[in-house]
C-alpha cells in the first residue's frame, strides 16, 4: 500500500515532511544478539531449524532505498498466510528471527523488516538506552510505510495478503495496535506487552489508547500483570475504550507475569505465559482470517 494511503486520522498528527534522504546506518541483519539484549539465557533458548524451510535475509525496497529483513516460509507450496513479525527494540537479532521461522514452520510467509535502518546501527547497540535512542528517531509515519512496503514485497513472493497479519513485542506490539489502525488490508493483530499510551510528539503523535475507534482489524494483547513499564491501570483503560468502542479486540493480562515474558532468550521467560500466549495468537489468527 502506497505511503499517501495512511489513515487520515494518523496522517493528520504526522509531520508533513519528507522521509529522511540521509542514507541507511544498517544495510544487513546483525548475526545472534546485540550486547544491549543483555546476556542470553542458554537454557530456555528456543531454537528452530530451517529444515523444509526457505529462510534468511531479503531487502526490502522502499521509497528511499532498502531496507534489510528477515524472511520465512515453507520451501514448497504457496501462496501462504503472511505475517509481519515486529521487532523489540533491539533490532532483527536472533530470536525474531527464529519468530519467523516459527511461523514458517506452521505454514506461514513470516517477514521481520528491520526497521531501525536508518536510524542507528543496531549491532553496535550496547544498552536498552541506546535502543530506546534509536526507536525515538523513527517516526510512526515511517514505520507504517515500511511496514506498508514489507506486505508489498511479501505479495509479490509467495506471501498472500489476502491472510495478513501481524505481531510484535514491546515496541512492536505498540505498532501492531498502529498499523490495525492504519491499514484496510490487515485481518488481524497480536500485540505482546506494547505500550498503550505516553506522552504526544513529532515521531509518535499517537499512542494505540487514541487510536481505538480507528482499529480495522482486531487486536489481541497480551500482557503482564507484573510489567514494571506498563501499568495495570493502563491496560484497564485500554480494556474499558474496547469495550466503549464496540472493537472486537481483546487483551488477556497475565497475573504475576513481567515485561518480555514471551522472550526465551532472557532472563523474563516465563514459559507457561508464553506458551499459552503463542496459541492463543494462533487461535486468533485463525479466527479472523489470518490463517
Known amino acids: 500500500m502506497p505511503t499517501d494511503s495512511l489513515d487520515a486520522e494518523v496522517r493528520s498528527l504526522m509531520p508533513p515532511t519528507e522521509f529522511s534522504r540521509r542514507g541507511f546506518l544498517t544495510t544487513s541483519l546483525i548475526a545472534g544478539f546485540t550486547l544491549a539484549t543483555g546476556p542470553v539465557n542458554a537454557q530456555s533458548l528456543i ?12 531487502k526490502i525496497p522502499v521509497p528511499d532505498g532498502q531496507v534489510p529483513a528477515y524472511r520465512a516460509m515453507p520451501a514448497a507450496g504457496g501462496p501462504f498466510p ?12 536472533e530470536h525474531i528471527k527464529d519468530v519467523c521461522r516459527r511461523f514458517a514452520k506452521l505454514g506461514y510467509y513470516a517477514v521481520a523488516p528491520e526497521l531501525f535502518a536508518r536510524a542507528a546501527d543496531v549491532s553496535k547497540l550496547s544498552t536498552i538506552e541506546e ?6 528517531k523513527v517516526s ?8 506498508d ?7 509479490a513472493e509467495k506471501g498472500d495478503t489476502g491472510r495478513l497479519g501481524i505481531t510484535g513485542f514491546c515496541y512492536g506490539g505498540r505498532v501492531v495496535w498502529l498499523y ?15 505500550r498503550l499510551t505516553g506522552p504526544a510528539n ?13 482499529l480495522k482489524a482486531p487486536v489481541l494483547g497480551l500482557y503482564g500483570g507484573a510489567d514494571q513499564g506498563i501499568p495495570n ?41 508464553a506458551k499459552d500466549g503463542w496459541q492463543r495468537l494462533r487461535t486468533w489468527f485463525q479466527q479472523n482470517g489470518a490463517a
Open 47 to 58: 531454537t528452530t531449524d530451517t529444515s523444509g524451510l526457505t529462510a534468511g535475509e531479503v
Open 82 to 93: 503472511t505475517v509481519l513479525v515486529v521487532q523489540e527494540i533491539f533490532g532483527v537479532h
Open 131 to 136: 535502543g530506546r535512542a534509536a526507536a525515538a
Open 140 to 147: 510512526d509515519r515511517q514505520v507504517m510505510s515500511d511496514l
Open 149 to 155: 512496503s514489507t506486505a508489498a514485497f511479501a505479495k
Open 180 to 194: 490495525s489502525a492504519h491499514s484496510p488490508q490487515l485481518k488481524a493483530g497480536v500485540a505482546w506487552y506494547g
Open 202 to 214: 513529532e515521531m509518535q503523535p499517537k499512542h494505540p489508547l487514541e487510536l481505538v475507534d480507528s
Open 233 to 273: 491501570a493502563d491496560v484497564e483503560k485500554m480494556q474499558a475504550a474496547l469495550k466503549a468502542a464496540k472493537k472486537p479486540s481483546e487483551i488477556v493480562l497475565y497475573d504475576g507475569m513481567p515485561h518480555g515474558f514471551h522472550a526465551d532468550y532472557r532472563p523474563s521467560y516465563r514459559e507457561t505465559a
